[in-house]
């Protein structure tokens, strides 16, 4: 593939970990029947089986080329507004319809689900990112459209609502009144993605030839986000460039997932030290440096299989924060195999100081970034200062996942000084987590750290 080329497939990284993901367990009904996953095959497939390389569907590459790939470049400007010591490149993905990298995955599952005979795809969204890409995408192939939306985000963000209406979807802010789910919540879950998602579940199975489609958390999302590393890698080879970090913001996993993972295994393939890796978290939401390494649930249903995860508890009551996109409980299983097995680092990040950072972004590049990215934004710049325990000694890639033009109500509260950070006492936290259980040591996992 050249520098200027669009991948014409997929790379997994799964293949280069050595050892197998955690399986997932499957919740048991009242009835004592078990919850199936309404999966198409090919997608099934993607998550589980040992191959690295996957052809990208025609229909599918299609689209890609329409937007893909997208700019790289030194952020020299950035460089200096923060202080950097090395070089640092931004990889921006917000460029098309959806505003960010969601669209990726999004056009990916739609062909998959159409394949399947599926007519309407239901989902829930923070932000409203993977919303916008999922309305996208089922416009672009033929399907309907429903999405949940978090509320206090929607309301906050009332043009990405507009946006999904303009491409067809139908709109509901969760908490809604039309599911079980929503009801029974005491009120206090508003804020939380969980919700959202849990909504879309019970929603979509009432339905005929609806089918629940997730954005992020999935090892299928993460292998089709994984354009994004792929081109990186093509064109800082063009440079004559090699990333000593590569950083990416972390809600479930997908962004962080396809702008790093792909260097790990081009380096597996090599046999050469794969680059640091490092996940930008909200500090809101610290699964991954204050969670635990457990069996949870991933929406409020508690019907979808329990997965192995970095956690914070899927009980625990997320604070409203322009983490936005970030604001999820819990880390995808691949992502959190990765961090417990010593592959990929995290960091938290404050939203005030992710918004400073986007702040900086703005006036030094010509590039307004999301919330999200500016967690990421904010890893590298901490980095590049080498202001952390360990700096980078080399180039910095950081994926800038989105735009921020439908985020400037965010930016009007810092520069108004309004914001402030709201992070989980322990206390709260380890009641969030009282009676997870513990993923099952693996040896392998010790020898890899090793």
């Given at each position: 593939?050249?520098?200027?080329?669009?991948?014409?497939?997929?790379?997994?990284?799964?293949?280069?970990?050595?050892?197998?993901?955690?399986?997932?367990?499957?919740?048991?009904?009242?009835d004592?029947?078990?919850?199936?996953?309404?999966?198409?095959?090919?997608l099934?497939?993607?998550?589980?089986?040992?191959?690295?390389?996957w052809?990208?569907?025609?229909e599918?590459?299609?689209?890609?080329?329409?937007?893909?790939?997208?700019?790289?470049?030194?952020?020299?400007?950035?460089?200096?507004?923060?202080?950097?010591?090395?070089?640092?490149?931004?990889?921006?993905?917000?460029?098309?319809?959806?505003?960010?990298?969601?669209?990726?995955?999004a056009?990916?599952?739609?062909?998959?689900?159409?394949?399947?005979?599926?007519?309407?795809?239901?989902?829930?969204?923070?932000?409203?990112?993977?919303?916008?890409?999922?309305?996208?995408?089922?416009?672009?192939?033929?399907?309907?459209?429903?999405?949940?939306?978090?509320?206090?985000?929607?309301?906050?963000?009332?043009?990405?609502?507009?946006?999904?209406?303009?491409?067809?979807?139908?709109?509901?802010?969760?908490?809604?009144?039309?599911?079980?789910?929503?009801?029974?919540?005491?009120?206090?879950?508003?804020?939380?993605?969980?919700?959202?998602?849990g909504?879309?579940?019970?929603?979509?199975?009432?339905?005929?030839?609806?089918?629940?489609?997730?954005?992020?958390?999935?090892?299928?999302?993460?292998?089709?986000?994984?354009?994004?590393?792929?081109?990186?890698?093509?064109?800082?080879?063009?440079?004559?460039?090699?990333?000593?970090?590569?950083?990416?913001a972390?809600?479930?996993?997908?962004?962080?997932?396809?702008?790093?993972?792909?260097?790990?295994?081009?380096?597996?393939?090599?046999?050469?030290?794969?680059?640091?890796?490092?996940?930008?978290?909200?500090?809101?939401?610290?699964?991954?440096?204050?969670?635990?390494?457990?069996?949870?649930?991933?929406?409020?249903?508690?019907?979808g299989?329990?997965?192995?995860?970095?956690?914070?508890?899927?009980?625990?009551?997320?604070?409203?924060?322009?983490?936005?996109?970030?604001?999820?409980?819990?880390?995808?299983?691949?992502?959190?195999?990765?961090?417990?097995?010593?592959?990929?680092?995290?960091?938290?990040?404050?939203?005030?100081?992710?918004?400073?950072?986007?702040?900086?972004?703005?006036?030094?590049?010509?590039?307004?970034?999301?919330p999200?990215?500016?967690?990421?934004?904010?890893?590298?710049?901490?980095?590049?200062?080498?202001?952390?325990?360990?700096?980078?000694?080399?180039?910095?890639?950081?994926?800038?996942s989105?735009?921020?033009?439908?985020?400037?109500?965010?930016?009007?509260?810092?520069?108004?000084?309004?914001?402030?950070?709201?992070?989980?006492?322990?206390?709260?936290?380890?009641?969030?987590?009282?009676?997870?259980?513990?993923?099952?040591?693996?040896?392998?996992l010790?020898?890899?750290?090793?």
């Open positions: 593939m050249s520098a200027g080329a669009t991948p014409t497939r997929w790379r997994s990284v799964l293949p280069h970990l050595g050892y197998q993901l955690p399986p997932d367990r499957s919740p048991v009904r009242p004592g029947t078990q919850v199936t996953v309404n999966l198409p095959m090919e099934v497939r993607q998550s589980i089986r040992q191959r690295e390389h052809p990208i569907p025609d599918v590459l299609d689209a890609y080329r329409r937007f893909r790939p997208t700019p790289l470049w030194r952020a020299t400007g950035f460089e200096r507004a923060v202080g950097a010591r090395v070089p640092i490149y931004l990889k921006y993905e917000g460029g098309n319809i959806s505003g960010s990298h969601k669209l990726n995955t056009l990916a599952q739609a062909y998959y689900y159409r394949q399947a005979g599926v007519e309407e795809l239901v989902t829930g969204t923070g932000a409203g990112q993977w919303g916008t890409a999922l309305a996208a995408a089922c416009a672009w192939f033929g399907l309907r459209c429903t999405v949940f939306m978090v509320g206090s985000s929607l309301e906050r963000k009332p043009y990405r609502g507009v946006l999904m209406r303009m491409l067809g979807a139908e709109l509901h802010a969760s908490p809604s009144g039309l599911t079980e789910v929503a009801r029974a919540a005491d009120g206090s879950t508003g804020n939380s993605l969980s919700l959202a998602i909504e879309a579940v019970e929603y979509a199975a009432g339905r005929d030839g609806a089918a629940f489609c997730i954005g992020s958390g999935e090892t299928y999302s993460i292998l089709h986000q994984s354009v994004i590393g792929l081109e990186a890698l093509d064109q800082l080879a063009a440079l004559g460039v090699e990333a000593d970090t590569v950083v990416g972390v809600g479930a996993g997908s962004n962080f997932g396809g702008v790093a993972l792909p260097f790990f295994a081009d380096a597996a393939a090599r046999g050469v030290p794969a680059p640091r890796l490092v996940a930008a978290e909200s500090a809101a939401t610290p699964k991954l440096t204050r969670g635990v390494y457990a069996y949870d649930r991933t929406d409020e249903t508690g019907t299989p329990l997965e192995a995860m970095y956690t914070i508890g899927s009980d625990y009551r997320i604070p409203d924060s322009h983490s936005a996109g970030l604001r999820f409980h819990g880390a995808a299983k691949l992502v959190s195999a990765m961090r417990h097995a010593g592959q990929v680092e995290a960091v938290a990040v404050g939203q005030v100081a992710a918004l400073d950072a986007g702040r900086h972004l703005t006036r030094s590049e010509m590039v307004l970034p999301a999200e990215s500016g967690h990421a934004l904010a890893v590298a710049a901490q980095l590049a200062g080498g202001d952390t325990e360990r700096g980078a000694w080399g180039p910095i890639l950081v994926c800038v989105g735009s921020g033009y439908l985020d400037l109500a965010a930016y009007q509260q810092l520069l108004a000084g309004e914001l402030t950070d709201e992070e989980p006492a322990a206390a709260v936290l380890r009641a969030a987590q009282a009676g997870l259980e513990p993923v099952p040591a693996a040896p392998i010790a020898q890899v750290r090793r």
